[in-house]
């Protein structure tokens, strides 16, 4: 598919492979600058000072079970070693107060980039920052590998000789760890460690790195162009439906508006490129019985999650019990405080909503203090957002889970009424839990029923797309691409494509794979192609009998669940965007925006005449 990659790591320590296409770029290390604002405490700078430039061992965000026995494996590593050393506290918690050898100083969190051009070496857990920053400051490493990537980082530095080999965390002993120290501080490895200092130097910013990595993959030119036709300096976010080679930004999109050349109607999303990053499994077999599996797979975690949605639904329900007895529990000093806070800041907020009400409109602000209010013509008055925070003193606090947690009145009757969940009022009932259960039945229930009533889409699907990308198992590069499905339109057309490109690719097969054979093999290839004909006759033909079935059956699918989609909200936002962006031109820019759009506009009218012209002869024809 051929997707940019953009990797933050140094090309020295890493190099790039050379399978890997130009898509793909090593950008270099990232690094933040917090030594600038730091101030080391004083007992740290007089540690530094008092001798040779120590190790720093620490382990960062890395909590282990036993925080007192590694710290003695620590300090005992240090003492057969014969260094100095800072050892990171972490979120380990490591440390032994009152035990710290004189040799060894308890470091709080200390910037890196500040402390690490201090040391003669570091040991850590092989974080991808923590490795990056080390290396940069030109520090021979070892790494103590935990989880994830830290195994990869601690053979990449050793492997460059610019440290010690990784031992893993549960095989580390203080030996081990001494000697790695020992190995850090040759002359060998603070030439290496060097070394990576000065390519990571001249590899430069790797976030400027990164950022021209990104700008240089972006299509900018041809026909996937993310440029606005109009505005050129602007990203194009619609595609004018009568003429799609027509692409606007916002910004254009709603001066035509304005100009009432265009509706919005008229106007669709643009997707700029398109990635299948799945285009169905490899052959009909194994894609039809992996289907059948995920379909039972679903039925199965839809009734058999049950339990665990009954278990969080009584511990919710646990957990709004407990917390409705602690809003009651001060129920008798609130009544006995008629004047309480929520009494004071409902008069306060009664007071505000009022003045905001009284004052006169020529004191009421236009602009606003930094002039954008104006912008925000649909925005809440002042009088509402009085209103709004009136209501809100009012009004007792809820929980996420509308659960009143501020004070209650006073009053019996009306707490039951406001809480009849409370397990203190008479209202409470066990019917409320069974219903809740029975919901939570149901939910199970339905998505069993509907991991039963996709099969026929799944397994027809799956056994479609496995006949028809079957022959390139055997080296077939004529089998074309299937249509992305976004609906019962793209689906019906998919559907299409397969019965008449799967049976027209199938019988010309049997001629033009044997020809093409001839002219690239010879006589070899004439057998070859004779089998890649007569195999894609039959596969391509079943293709065409399964896929229009399959496909019609995915786009009705999809056709569904689009009210599930963003769609609606994202138009809503462009829609938006371009009219801010039109109401904060200034006026010397509209003049020339319009002025642009005007011309083009012209272009396009022509272009969409010449279109229809087109297509009316055609139609004669």
């Not at 790039?16 to 933040?32: M, R, T």
């Not at 057969?80 to 380990?92: D, E, Q, T």
Request: aromatic content about 6%.
């Amino acid at each position: 598919m051929k997707v940019p990659y953009t990797y933050l790591w140094s090309p020295g320590l890493v190099p790039k492979p050379s399978d890997w296409g130009p898509e793909i770029d090593i950008a270099g290390f990232v690094f933040l600058d917090l030594a600038s604002s730091f101030k080391p405490p004083e007992t740290l700078s007089e540690f530094l000072e008092a001798g040779e430039p120590p190790v720093y061992i620490g382990f960062g965000s890395i909590v282990v079970d036993d925080p007192d026995k590694f710290t003695s494996m620590i300090f005992e590593a240090v003492k057969l070693a014969g260094v100095r050393a800072l050892v990171s506290k972490g979120w380990g918690g490591l440390g032994d107060e009152g035990n710290t050898p004189e040799n060894v100083y308890m470091l709080e969190n200390t910037p890196h980039d500040w402390l690490f051009p201090r040391v003669s070496a570091v040991i850590h857990h092989g974080g991808a920052g923590t490795t990056a920053i080390g290396l940069k400051c030109g520090r021979p490493t070892m790494i103590v590998p935990f989880f994830g990537d830290q195994p990869f980082w601690g053979t990449m530095v050793a492997k460059a000789g610019a440290g010690a080999e990784p031992i893993p965390y549960k095989h580390l002993t203080a030996e081990g760890l001494a000697e790695g120290l020992k190995q850090c501080l040759t002359p060998e490895a603070k030439t290496n460690a060097q070394k990576l200092a000065r390519d990571i130097e001249h590899e430069g910013d790797g976030a400027q790195n990164a950022l021209d990595s990104f700008h240089r993959h972006l299509p900018l030119q041809g026909k996937n162009s993310m440029r606005c036709s109009v505005i050129q300096d602007k990203v194009a976010v619609w595609e004018f439906k009568q003429a799609s080679l027509l692409q606007l930004s916002a910004l254009a999109a709603a001066m035509l508006v304005e100009k009432k050349k265009i509706k919005w109607n008229d106007l669709r999303l643009v997707r700029h490129k398109e990635w299948n990053d799945f285009e169905g499994p490899g052959e009909p077999f194994t894609g039809g019985g992996l289907a059948l599996l995920n379909s039972a797979g679903g039925f199965v975690k839809g009734i058999g999650g049950t339990p665990v949605r009954w278990a969080k639904t009584i511990k919710k329900r646990e957990r709004k019990q407990e917390r409705r007895r602690a809003s009651a529990s001060p129920k008798t000093s609130t009544e006995a405080r008629p004047s309480g806070p929520s009494n004071d800041s409902s008069r306060k907020a009664s007071k505000a909503m009022s003045a905001a009400k009284s004052k006169p409109a020529a004191q009421k602000p236009q602009d606003g203090e930094h002039g954008v209010e104006k912008l925000l013509s649909n925005g809440p008055s002042l009088e509402s957002r009085g209103q709004k925070q009136y209501e809100e003193a009012t009004s007792p606090s809820v929980d996420r889970d509308g659960v009143p947690v501020g004070p209650v009145p006073s009053d019996k009757q009306s707490d039951q009424a406001a809480n009849p969940g409370d397990p203190t009022s008479p209202g409470e009932s066990e019917d409320n839990l069974a219903e809740d259960l029975a919901v939570d039945a149901g939910v199970g229930l339905a998505k069993s029923g509907e991991a039963l009533a996709r099969i026929p889409m799944d397994l027809s699907l799956a056994i479609a797309q496995g006949f028809h990308n079957a022959p390139r198992l055997y080296g077939d590069t004529t089998v074309r691409n299937p249509t992305r499905i976004t609906g019962i339109k793209s689906g019906l057309r998919a559907a299409g494509e397969e019965l008449v490109f799967g049976v027209y690719d199938g019988v010309t097969g049997l001629w033009l794979q044997p020809y093409h054979g001839v002219r690239e093999n010879g006589a070899l290839g004439l057998v070859q192609g004779v089998g890649k004909g007569v195999g894609g006759f039959i596969l391509k033909d079943l293709a065409a009998i399964f896929g229009p079935i399959g496909y019609t059956m995915k786009g009705v699918h999809k056709e569904l669940g689009k009210k599930n989609q963003p769609t609606n909200f994202i138009r809503r936002s462009r829609v938006a965007q371009g009219q801010l962006e039109l109401r904060t031109l200034t006026p010397e820019m509209r003049t020339a925006t319009e002025s642009l759009v005007e011309k083009a506009w012209v272009v396009v009218t022509d272009v969409v005449r010449e279109t229809k012209m087109a297509d009316e002869r055609g139609v004669r024809e």
